[in-house]
Structure formats: structure tokens, C-alpha cells
């Protein structure tokens, strides 16, 4: 079933059980299959070659990754010069473009005034690509490619084993893993499951990547964001999550 949705109101979906009283962050995660055209209608214009090196070409380069590729950062991990020079794209339909953060796998793309939430809460060392974005009418517009720190992607290592009831694995060589539940993952019919954060996810942290498509906010950012509207992609929804005791 989707979410209901009014016109300018952000998207969420699922509900909190009675009896929880901790804290609820959210979860921002693709909800339903893409179909049809993206209500965020973006091209890149800037050069292939410069593109592939911000968005990794794996098959070019297997096994790294934005911080290990050495075309985005040096070999001490500082921002090389050129990534301050903004990206150049286009929006290919006319008219305004409503979705101001559209998630991808280890970044969104988002607008000025998300940006400043972000930054206002968590002061991460997040790595910022401006990119300037041209309009059918020949004005610009500002948004920013926001890929998170390395040490807010948390893969799939969010849940609390214990309160999410996670299965313990082991690898030939003995490393134990916890297999991640089905309704982390955006096709499962059991998505809007409430599940529990483990609180060294949540810690200093406001704004962070975990498994499959989910982004997840603190409850503080998150009000912040709901001021602005409906922003995110069509596919995409908010759904709640606790934290462990």
C-alpha cells in the first residue's frame, strides 16, 4: 500500500507501537519500484571522465570506492583542488523542481536550505560538490552533491542484534556477522516493520547511510526538514525507528 500523501507535505509512511517511548528517528528509503519519469529531472552536462571520477566507474575501477579511488581525494584524504569547481548539469523539464534531497547510495543531492539543516546539526565531516544546475530559462540553480563521512555509513551494521532478534552468522574464517533482516530492504512487503537502531549508530550522529537504500535522521533534523515539504523523490518515503535501550 503507499503512504498517503498530501500535496506539500513530507512522506511518511508506518507508525510507532504503543509503548515505545524512546527516542524515533527516520528512515528514508525507496518504498516502491521506479517507474515512469523521475520528478527530478536532472542531466549532467559536465565531462564523462570527470563524472566517473566522482561517481566510481567500477568496472574501470574494481574494488575502490570515492575515498580510495585518489580522483576525488589525495593520499592524506584532503579534497583535491578541482572538485571545488562546481559540476555543470541541466534540468530537462521546465517549471520548478520540487525534490530538494534525492538519495543515491553513499550521497544525496539536495538543496541549499537542506544543506544548511544538515550542517546545523551534525558536524560530520561531510564532503560537499557544489553543482550548478541550468534552467530551461538560462538562469542557474545551486545544489550540492553531499556524500557522507566515512565514518557515518554504517552499511549495514545500524540494528541492535538483540532488540531486532538478528541471526548470527560465521564466515569460514570465523568473523561472526549479523544477517540483516528482511524488512531493511526496500522490496520486502514487511518494510514498514519497526526496528531498533543500536545506539552506537545514533551517537554524535544526525545524519547517516546504513544498509540497502536507507538514510537515516535524527528526530531534531528531521523536524527541520518536514518545515520545508514534500522533498523527496516519489519513490522514496520517511519511515520511523527506535533506538535500543
Known amino acids: 500500500m503507499m503512504p498517503s500523501l498530501k500535496k506539500g507535505v513530507l512522506r511518511t509512511a508506518g507508525s510507532v507501537p504503543d509503548g515505545y517511548d524512546g527516542p524515533v528517528y527516520w528512515r528514508v528509503i525507496q518504498y516502491h519500484l521506479i517507474r515512469g519519469a523521475s520528478d527530478e529531472p536532472i542531466e549532467f552536462t559536465d565531462s564523462k571522465e570527470r563524472l566517473e571520477r566522482l561517481w566510481i566507474d567500477r568496472y574501470k575501477m574494481p574494488g575502490k570506492d570515492i ?44 538543496s541549499e536550505r537542506v544543506l544548511e539543516a544538515i550542517q546545523e546539526l551534525d558536524t560530520r565531516e561531510h564532503h560537499i560538490f557544489p553543482i550548478d544546475i541550468a534552467r530551461p530559462d538560462g538562469s542557474t540553480e545551486r545544489r550540492y552533491q553531499v556524500f557522507f563521512a566515512r565514518d557515518s555509513i554504517l552499511d549495514e551494521r545500524e540494528l541492535d542484534p538483540q532488540a531486532n532478534g538478528l541471526v548470527e552468522r560465521s564466515l569460514p574464517d570465523g568473523t561472526k556477522w549479523y544477517q540483516p533482516p528482511s524488512w531493511l530492504n526496500c522490496s520486502s512487503k514487511e518494510k514498514e516493520h519497526f526496528g531498533y537502531l543500536s545506539k552506537s549508530a545514533v551517537e554524535g550522529r544526525n545524519w547517516f547511510k546504513g544498509g540497502d537504500t536507507n538514510h537515516y535522521f535524527a528526530p531534531e533534523l528531521f523536524e527541520k526538514l518536514r518545515e520545508f515539504g514534500d522533498i523527496f523523490p516519489k519513490f522514496f518515503v520517511a519511515l520511523p525507528i527506535g533506538v535500543a535501550r
Open 67 to 110: 575515498f580510495t579511488s585518489h580522483t576525488v581525494f589525495d593520499a592524506d584524504g584532503r579534497l583535491l583542488p578541482e572538485w571545488k569547481v562546481p559540476l555543470k548539469a541541466r534540468w530537462t523539464k521546465p517549471g520548478p523542481v520540487h525534490v530538494e534531497y534525492s538519495p543515491e547510495h553513499r550521497s544525496a543531492r539536495v
